[in-house]
C-alpha cells in the first residue's frame, strides 16, 4: 500500500515561523530607588558636604562668640561616561524576516543599555562602608537584614529604607520565615505575608526587591545591599536613545544604541552590604 507523507509534500510548503522571541532578562528596579540627577554635558559632579552646626547652652546675658565654621568638603565626585549597544541588519535580512527584525532589534538594544544601567548600580552597593551579612558560605538570615537596618537609622539615613537581595538570598529568608519555631511566634502576619507574596513586599520597616542582576562570584556568594535613597546616585547626562546609520558598502544599517550618565556611591553610610552564600537551592 503506498501511503503519502508529510516528507512527499515538505519541500513544497512553507515552514512556519512564529514571532522570535527576546532573550529573557531581569525586570530592572535600580533607577528608581537613588537619589537622580540630570545635567547637560559631561563634567564631573562634586556633591559637597557642609559641616555640623553644633548647639549650645547659654547664660542669660552673656554674649556668645563662638561661631561655627560652614566649610565644605567633598562628599562623593560621579563621572559621567558613554555606553552603547550596536547591531547591524543587512537588507536582506530586514526585507526578509516576516518577524520585524528592526523593531525587535531596538527593544533589545534598549533592554541592554538599561540592564548595565542596573548592574553598575547593584555593582555600587559592594562600596558601602559596612557589611553586616553572614558572610561568605553563610546563608542569609533575617536577623543580619535587621542589623542593616538598625545601622543605617543610627547613622542618620532618612527612610524609606529598599532591601534589594539576590533570589537565593531572599529564598534562605523566606525558607527562615516559614519553619516554624518559638522564636518566630511573634512574626505573626509579617511572616504569613513574606510567604504569600514571595517576591516583592512592604515589610519590617523597608520595601523588599528581588534582583536576578546581581552577580553570583566563583564561591557562589553575592552582595545584596539594604539601603536609604540617598547612599546611591545615578546622574543622567543623555537619555538612551537609538541612532540608525546607512552602511552603503554593506547594504546594510547600523544601529547604535547609547546614554551618558554616571553613577556611583552617595552617602556610603546610607547604605549596608550583604554577603551571603548564594548556592542554588537543592
Known sequence: MAITKLT????????????AQLTAREETVMAGLVTG???????????????QATAASVSDGVD????????????????PGEVIAQALLTDQEMETDPTGA?????????????????????TDMDSF???????????????????????LRT????????????????????????????????????????????????WLGASWFMSANIAIDANDDAVSGVFARTALALDIRRAMRIEPERVAVLRATEMNATMGYAHGTYHSDHGCDYTADATAPS
Not at 64 to 79: E, F, G, I, R, V
Open 8 to 19: 512527499n509534500i515538505s519541500s513544497y510548503v512553507n515552514t512556519i515561523f512564529e514571532m
Open 37 to 51: 540627577y540630570t545635567a547637560q554635558g559631561f563634567m564631573p559632579r562634586t556633591i559637597p558636604l557642609r559641616a
Open 64 to 79: 556668645y562668640n563662638n561661631p561655627d565654621t560652614m566649610s565644605k568638603s567633598t562628599l562623593a565626585t560621579l563621572t
Open 102 to 122: 528592526t523593531t525587535q532589534a531596538g527593544q533589545e538594544l534598549g533592554l541592554a543599555i538599561a540592564y548595565k544601567v542596573d548592574v553598575d548600580l547593584l
Open 129 to 151: 562602608a559596612t557589611d553586616l551579612g553572614p558572610g561568605a558560605g553563610s546563608s542569609a538570615d533575617l536577623q543580619s537584614f535587621a542589623d542593616c537596618m538598625a545601622t
Open 155 to 202: 547613622n542618620l539615613a532618612r527612610p524609606p529604607y529598599y532591601v534589594v537581595l539576590h533570589p537565593y538570598h531572599w529564598h534562605s529568608i523566606w525558607s527562615e520565615l516559614g519553619q516554624p519555631a518559638a522564636t518566630k511566634v511573634l512574626l505573626g502576619d509579617v511572616a504569613n505575608s513574606a510567604l504569600r507574596d514571595y517576591s516583592v513586599g512592604e
